[in-house]
């Protein structure tokens, strides 16, 4: 009996040790192949390697540490080349028609709501790539005025107000259907 219960040790430990070792070469694993970025992440990534790509390419390149909210604003107006939004200028006869009817040559921007998630992710990425938030130049108060006039500008421009969207409130129904269970005093 008692050499039986020195084999049990035995083949306890050895049990015990591979699987301490399969574990170990599952966290080996684990740090080699990263998990996948999320779409948010990626777009994040590729948004802040975009504006480095920007501000190198300037004239004189601006390092990241000098970089200011004008510096962003010059890269929104940049994008514009690249958007695929109508804007109609107020001379246009389609301006204020939420659905023109005709062509017009009215030039082609960003639409606000896609420069105010690039402004949020670059603002994220700003912070988790070591800058401080108080010197974050995608937090200024020269961006969010930028976007509200962008927001209306191209609100009056289609003819649609922006209405901010109201956050659904939670109503707790009072019911009296337990309270003829309950004697009153």
């Given at each position: 009996?008692?050499?039986?219960?020195?084999?049990?040790?035995?083949?306890?430990?050895?049990?015990?040790?591979?699987?301490?070792?399969?574990?170990?070469?599952?966290?080996?694993?684990?740090?080699?192949?990263?998990?996948?970025?999320?779409?948010?992440?990626?777009?994040?990534?590729?948004?802040?390697?975009?504006?480095?790509?920007?501000?190198?390419?300037?004239?004189?390149?601006?390092?990241?540490?000098?970089?200011?909210?004008?510096?962003?604003?010059?890269?929104?107006?940049?994008?514009?080349?690249?958007?695929?939004?109508?804007?109609?200028?107020?001379?246009?006869?389609?301006?204020?028609?939420?659905?023109?009817?005709?062509?017009?040559?009215?030039?082609?921007?960003?639409?606000?709501?896609?420069?105010?998630?690039?402004?949020?992710?670059?603002?994220?990425?700003?912070?988790?790539?070591?800058?401080?938030?108080?010197?974050?130049?995608?937090?200024?108060?020269?961006?969010?005025?930028?976007?509200?006039?962008?927001?209306?500008?191209?609100?009056?421009?289609?003819?649609?107000?922006?209405?901010?969207?109201?956050?659904?409130?939670?109503?707790?129904k009072a019911t009296n259907d337990h309270s003829s269970n309950f004697p009153m005093q």
């Amino acid at each position: 009996m008692s050499s039986n219960k020195g084999k049990e040790v035995a083949e306890g430990s050895s049990s015990r040790s591979s699987t301490i070792a399969t574990a170990a070469v599952a966290a080996a694993s684990d740090q080699q192949s990263p998990a996948p970025l999320s779409r948010y992440e990626s777009q994040k990534r590729r948004d802040w390697n975009t504006f480095g790509q920007y501000l190198r390419n300037q004239r004189p390149p601006v390092a990241l540490s000098q970089c200011n909210s004008n510096h962003v604003l010059d890269f929104l107006r940049y994008l514009d080349q690249f958007g695929k939004t109508k804007v109609h200028l107020q001379g246009c006869v389609f301006f204020g028609q939420p659905e023109p009817p005709g062509p017009c040559s009215c030039p082609l921007k960003q639409a606000w709501g896609s420069l105010d998630a690039l402004i949020g992710r670059l603002r994220a990425a700003y912070e988790e790539n070591g800058g401080l938030p108080e010197t974050n130049p995608f937090a200024s108060g020269a961006i969010r005025i930028y976007l509200r006039e962008v927001r209306d500008s191209q609100a009056k421009a289609r003819g649609i107000p922006y209405k901010k969207k109201k956050k659904k409130r939670m109503t707790v129904k009072a019911t009296n259907d337990h309270s003829s269970n309950f004697p009153m005093q």
